[in-house]
């Protein structure tokens, strides 16, 4: 295994910058790729009576904001489950937090959790999708299964499951990192929003895993 703040990763002839924020930046493009913020799960649960720190909500989008000011994008690509509920009191922050990025292009590819009336988003100048076919990548909420694969009509960039991948320490020590994991048709990224958890995946000796912890990136060998 080897460690990095960054890594920079080609595929198919395209610059990906894989950043332990858990987003991606794809140079050619200038679009920065998120998946699974999940946007008002604090405000979700704090109206059931259960004890979330508040400020939990700002926190994820001050770092979007700090990418954004660090990148530059043209774009941001948010791939599903953006905001985690109905409409709460979270959806104010966001609000105020795009008035500040008026000229930042976002398309959200719709997600299980998405459930907002579109017309919310189009008052904030964000478009929405099903999918979305860029240069050689399709973008999408929910991996496609193997067989679904052949007929994608591009690589696939999804989330949705929360891939995590689990290390055994020398000490027997078990963790679970989030991860970014390549396979040779489909990459699934981590969940950005830090209120969620990880689903430990399985990979295939071809697959690239690219594990996050203490802000570095680290190659699965």
Known sequence: MSASSVIHFNLLDQQLTLLPQKAIYWQQEKALIVAD????????????????????????????????????????????????????????????????FPKLEIILIRGNHDIIDDENYHRLNIILLNELLMGPFLMLHKPLADADLEQAGGYVFCGHIHPGISLTGKARQHITLPCFAFGAKQAVLPSFGKFTGQIGIRSNKTDRIFAVANEKIIAID
């Not at 690509?77 to 966001?94: A, E, T, V």
Request: cysteine-free.
């Open 37 to 100: 913020v999940h946007m008002g799960k604090v405000g979700h649960f704090r109206k059931a009576g259960i004890a979330v720190p508040r400020d939990m909500e700002q926190n994820e989008l001050g770092a979007l904001s700090d990418l954004i000011y660090e990148h530059k994008p043209a774009k941001l690509i948010l791939l599903g489950d953006f905001f985690h509920s109905d409409m709460n009191s979270d959806w104010d922050w966001f609000v105020l937090w795009r008035s500040q």
